[in-house]
T-cell receptor, first 108, second 111 residues
Framework: QKEVEQNSGPLSVPEGAIASLNCTYS??????FFWYRQYSGKSPELIMS????GDKEDGRFTAQLNKASQYVSLLIRDSQPSDSATYLC????????FGAGTILRVKS | DAEITQSPRHKITETGRQVTLACHQT?????MFWYRQDLGHGLRLIHY???????NKGEVSDGYSVSRSNTEDLPLTLESAASSQTSVYFC??????????FGNGTRLTVT
């Protein structure tokens, strides 16, 4: 079992729809969770961090954390073609581990 | 503005040569990291440092070395480049338990 698992996708959504990206992790002691966006040929950039159970909203992005079920998700509302990228989930327990990423394609 | 700079952006080298990739950050972060990114594997940790004179091996450290002589720099050396080390390399830095800031990456091709 991988330490951090993401569906590789691609996840295709129409413009204006909600994109839902999911991530599960194996280390129950994990305390901090991050979502990075990576455009093709570019470096990852942080878009959300979450540290406690529940939802955290920032503009069109909402991160959701459920430690009991060991999953973290990212919702993107009103998806735009510019959101098309690979989304990396990162989980920090005794070390920071990245998932392999989910490719998101937003079609206009 | 603070930043993290990698050089070169692209490098082509031959098998067996020694290669050094530079990483310089002006965030004044204690923690610095080197990752490689390959299709299907995501980001894999090569080496990391929590401060000057501190270096640690990551999950894919074989064939790589680092040294930390000051806060700003963590160069990555490939002692004898192999084709399996063709990859995109990212340097990153952070403060304690804060998110990583990534450099722009170095695309290395070993022929």
């Amino acid at each position: 079992q991988k330490e951090v698992e993401q569906n590789s996708g691609p996840l295709s959504v129409p413009e204006g729809a909600i994109a839902s990206l999911n991530c599960t992790y194996s280390d129950r002691g994990s305390q901090s969770f991050f979502w990075y966006r990576q455009y093709s040929g570019k470096s990852p950039e942080l878009i959300m961090s979450i540290y406690s159970n529940g939802d955290k909203e920032d503009g069109r992005f909402t991160a959701q954390l459920n430690k009991a079920s060991q999953y973290v998700s990212l919702l993107i509302r009103d998806s735009q073609p510019s959101d098309s990228a690979t989304y990396l989930c990162a989980v920090n327990g005794n070390k920071l581990v990245f998932g392999a990423g989910t490719i998101l394609r937003v079609k206009s | 503005d603070a930043e993290i700079t990698q050089s070169p952006r692209h490098k082509i080298t031959e098998t067996g040569r020694q290669v050094t990739l530079a990483c310089h950050q002006t965030w004044n972060h204690n923690n610095m990291f080197w990752y490689r990114q390959d299709l299907g594997h995501g980001l894999r940790l090569i080496h990391y440092s929590y401060g000057v004179q501190d270096t640690n091996k990551g999950e894919v450290s074989d064939g790589y070395s680092v040294s930390r002589s000051n806060t700003e720099d963590l160069p990555l050396t490939l002692e004898s480049a192999a084709s399996s080390q063709t990859s995109v390399y990212f340097c990153a830095s952070s403060d304690w338990d804060s998110p990583l800031h990534f450099g722009n990456g170095t695309r290395l091709t070993v022929t």
